[in-house]
């Protein structure tokens, strides 16, 4: 079974605030980790990867594997208006050849 | 910067009617996607191509469906006799063999009428 699920919000913040935005997965095989980031009826844009468990930091923006819950998060510092799109997580098994799986994205506001 | 082309961006049909969504990827990739995007639900993956055959397809990709890559350069999906519940966001994806980052086109909108 490949699922991933995400609560699709909408999450509004204020401007400045730290954001977090959650998934759970079911697939253990998969190591692959991926956040999208997608503006209204614009394509998916890679925001960040991670392989297995752990941290990795990218500027503003944190991704967090607990493969122990089946958990991944995306935490936005000092968030900003430009950052409101929809966030979407998604699992792979890498490698190239096969889909992602992605989940049903959270819709992010932040407000001015 | 490299990216990947999609046309049309908008295609209007009647139902029965055949269309071809045509993608371009970058140019150095070897993996290339199709998914869709259906209002309001979830980015769906359709299926992976490489070496010039498909490397996987989802449930949704049924005889109704095929791709091909005619030259060195483009990638199209074909419906044979789209059906209402084919409308829906197309997007074609590439994807770097080295790192497995897949770079998404800004999406073709078919709307079968």
């Known amino acids: 079974q490949k699922e991933v699920e995400q609560d699709p919000g909408p999450l509004s913040v204020p401007e400045g605030a730290i954001v977090s935005l959650n998934c759970t997965y079911s697939?253990?095989?998969?190591?692959?980790f991926m956040w999208y980031r997608q503006y209204s009826r614009k394509g998916p844009e890679l925001l960040m990867y991670?392989?297995?468990?752990g941290n990795k930091e990218d500027g503003r923006f944190t991704a967090q594997v607990d493969k122990s819950s089946k958990y991944i998060s995306l935490f936005i510092r000092d968030s900003q208006p430009s950052d409101s799109a929809t966030y979407l997580c998604?699992?792979?098994?890498?490698?190239?050849?096969?889909?992602?799986?992605f989940g049903k994205g959270t819709h992010l506001i932040i407000q001015p | 910067e490299p990216e990947v082309t999609q046309t049309p961006s908008h295609q209007v049909t009647q139902m029965g009617q055949e269309v071809i969504l045509r993608c371009v990827p970058i140019?150095?990739?070897?993996?290339f996607y199709w998914y869709r995007q259906i209002l309001g639900q979830k980015v769906e993956f359709l299926v992976s191509?490489?070496?010039?055959?498909?490397?996987?397809k989802s449930e949704i990709f049924d005889d109704q469906f095929s791709v091909e890559r005619p030259d060195g350069s483009n990638f199209t999906l074909k419906i044979r006799s789209t059906k209402l519940e084919d409308s829906a966001m197309y997007f074609c994806?590439?994807?770097?063999?080295?790192?497995?980052?897949?770079?998404f086109g800004e999406g073709s909108r078919l709307t079968v009428l």
């Open positions: 998604a699992q792979g098994p890498g490698g190239g050849a096969d889909g992602l799986t």
């Open positions: 697939n253990s095989a998969f190591q692959y």
């Open positions: 991670t392989y297995s468990s």
């Open positions: 140019s150095n990739h070897l993996y």
């Open positions: 191509f490489y070496n010039n055959e498909i490397s996987e």
């Open positions: 994806a590439s994807a770097d063999q080295n790192t497995g980052e897949l770079f």
